[in-house]
């Protein structure tokens, strides 16, 4: 509850092991999704994301937040959102990058080693 919030079923009652893993695993499936399983907090009736409607469970606030509080906790998942967008399409080009650069490298290790070979060849050859 540290910042206030309390992950319920939907009757309300403090969710249990099953329900909590579940909702964790969701979570994987929330990121591979490009993190759109957690935007979907924004725009969903219940405020849940992916994770939450796989596991049926709701994130509930206290009632007696200020305005502040609640545009505070409302800035806050919006940014983590957009930093976890971020990171994901920041390291999918990254990735790319390495890859990239990686088979430029053999290509030209491959070259040089053919060259290589050929000029042993046709020193043999003499």
Not at 33 to 61: E, N, P
Not at 95 to 116: C, G, L, P, T, Y
Request: aromatic share 6%; glycine share 10%.
């Amino acid at each position: 509850m540290l910042l206030g919030l309390q992950v319920t079923d939907s009757a309300g009652n403090r969710i249990g092991f099953g329900r909590a893993l579940a909702r964790n695993l969701g979570k994987i499936l929330s990121l591979i999704t490009l993190g759109i399983g957690f935007i979907m907090v924004g725009f969903t009736k219940k405020k849940q994301g992916l994770h939450d409607i796989i596991a049926s469970a709701l994130v509930l606030s206290k009632d007696n937040l200020t305005n502040g509080e609640r545009i505070c906790r409302t800035l806050t998942a919006w940014l983590s959102s957009i930093a976890a967008v971020m990171v994901i399409v920041g390291g999918t080009f990254f990735a790319i990058s390495v890859f990239d650069r990686s088979a430029k490298i053999e290509k030209e290790f491959e070259q040089k080693n053919a060259n290589h070979h050929g000029h042993i060849d046709q020193k043999a050859a003499q």
